[in-house]
Each structure stands twice: as C-alpha cells, then as structure tokens.
C-alpha cells in the first residue's frame, strides 16, 4: 500500500489529501490533518474525488468527429484541429466570435495562460470559468 500526496482536483479551494493505492490501484483517499486549508476534513467531492481514475468510461484519447462518427485521434491531431478552427472562427468573424471557458479543476497558473491565450494570442475579452457559470 502506498500513500501518495496530492491536491483536490474538483475545485479551487485546494484541499490536499493522500491518494491510497493498493497493487497500482488508487482506493480511496485520506485528506491530509496538516494542511491549513482543510485541516482534515474534506466535502463530498473530495471524498469521492478518486472514482474517475480508473472508470471505463474514461477518454484516454482525443475523439474527433469525422463524416458525423467521433473516432479516436492523436493529441497532435487534435491540436492541430483546435487550433485551425479558432484561427478560421477569428479571421472570418473577428476575436469576438470566439469564447474561452475554463475550469476550476486545473490549476491558478494554468488558468492564467489560458485566459492570456484569449487575451493576448485571440485578442479577445471572452473568457470566463467555470466558478461563474
Ligand atoms: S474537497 Fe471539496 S472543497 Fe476541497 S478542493 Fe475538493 S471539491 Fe473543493
């Protein structure tokens, strides 16, 4: 068995806890009594924070629609989809067609890259997060 230290990924509040792993398989977790933020307790979500990790219903691979059927591709693919879309979305409809939503469950840091990549790369003030919606 191994206890591995982490943070809550289902909000912003950061509570920390221990994954408990047993044979490669995460089982539950322990929140952590030494952190300021949550000092030992954590929500609902937090408790059940680590079912998604070995659900089968987990995208492990990009899907793309391809003639109406979602098919697996690579993370290039993907990227480059993404990417050729919004450029095509702004340079035949202006910045402000486009709009950025992101997510309390990646990181402070990660969430401001994305809103500069609105900002500064798309030039526009759509962009907003999840925490408001
Ligand atoms: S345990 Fe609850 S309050 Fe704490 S970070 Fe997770 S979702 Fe947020």
């Not at 070995?54 to 098919?71: A, M, T, Y």
Request: aromatic share 8%.
């Amino acid at each position: 068995m191994a206890r591995i230290p982490t943070i809550c990924p289902f909000c912003g509040c950061g509570c920390s806890f221990y994954l408990v792993v047993h044979d490669g398989q995460v089982t539950g977790v322990e929140p952590s009594p030494d952190n300021p933020v949550n000092k030992g307790m954590l929500c609902a979500k937090g408790w059940n924070s680590y079912e998604f990790v070995h659900s089968p219903d987990r995208l492990k691979v990009p899907l793309i629609r391809k003639n109406g059927e979602l098919v697996e591709g690579t993370w290039d693919e993907a990227l480059d989809l993404v990417c050729s879309r919004l450029i095509g979305i702004r340079d035949s409809s202006g910045p402000d067609a486009l709009g950025f939503l992101c997510s309390a469950k990646v990181s402070n840091e990660e969430n401001y890259l994305f809103m500069k990549l609105a900002r500064v790369v798309f030039k526009t003030n759509n962009v907003d997060h999840c925490a408001r919606l």
